[in-house]
């Protein structure tokens, strides 16, 4: 039996070493890491997801599965909730590490799975909830900000021209993503977003003028 961390990273803010030191700070024994990397939990099903697809072929009967926040399992309150189970009737454990949550797979009783399933029900919503509010508080700062001619330039980029350069040019070369973001000393979401998105980090530089 091996507990295993799965996280996703999709902003600047979050980092895979923040995630695992939380849990670790929170007293899970991480055996195993599962993580990806720029990828939106909005727009995108666990399966759908290059690591989340493996977690599901690495997790094993009294294996514990532990996430930040259920959110991370998840677009919205279908999708929690149908992985939730799928993992949990596989005899999975689900645990967060915020609120320290713990959903039992392993459970048999009708009334203690009744229970342990109203719960994920109300954690999957107010974890939709919590994200649509996020979105409509962002959706209007920036139609806000939108009306300052100018004013609106989205968040600086952590990157420098140079350093996209950089980047785009180690890629062309097969070189690994530990590799860069050693040689060029920027995180590896910044590394992804370039790789992914060339364009919009163009732009962004281009509207911060640097």
């Known amino acids: 039996m091996k507990t295993v961390l799965y996280a996703r990273v999709s902003t600047m803010d979050q980092t895979l070493d923040h995630q695992k030191t939380q849990a670790e700070e929170a007293g899970f ?3 195993e890491v599962v993580a990806d990397h720029g990828v939106s939990g909005v727009s995108t099903r666990l399966r759908e997801r290059p690591e989340g697809k493996r977690l599901f072929d690495l997790l094993r009967e009294g294996d514990t599965l532990v996430v930040r926040w259920v959110d991370r399992l998840g677009r919205n309150y279908d999708d929690v909730t149908e992985v939730m189970r799928e993992l949990l009737s596989a005899g ?3 645990k967060t590490v915020i ?3 713990t959903f039992d797979g392993s459970k048999s009783d009708p009334m203690a799975k009744a229970v342990r399933d109203a719960l994920i029900g109300f954690m999957a919503a107010m974890a939709q909830a919590e994200t649509e509010a996020r979105r409509e508080a962002q959706k209007a ?12 330039r989205g968040r600086k980029p952590s990157y420098s021209r140079e350093q996209m350069a950089q980047v785009t ?3 062309t070369n097969s070189d690994t993503i530990s590799a860069i973001a050693k040689a060029t000393g920027l995180t ?6 370039i790789k992914d998105q060339p364009e919009e980090c163009e732009k962004a530089l281009h509207l911060w003028r640097m």
Request: without cysteine; charged residues 15%; positive net charge.
């Open 92 to 94: 999975v454990t689900i």
């Open 141 to 152: 700062g920036i139609a806000a900000a939108k009306q300052r001619p100018g004013k609106y």
């Open 29 to 31: 024994q991480i055996n």
């Open 99 to 101: 609120n320290g949550l």
């Open 188 to 193: 590896r979401p910044t590394i992804y977003r």
């Open 169 to 171: 040019a180690m890629l």
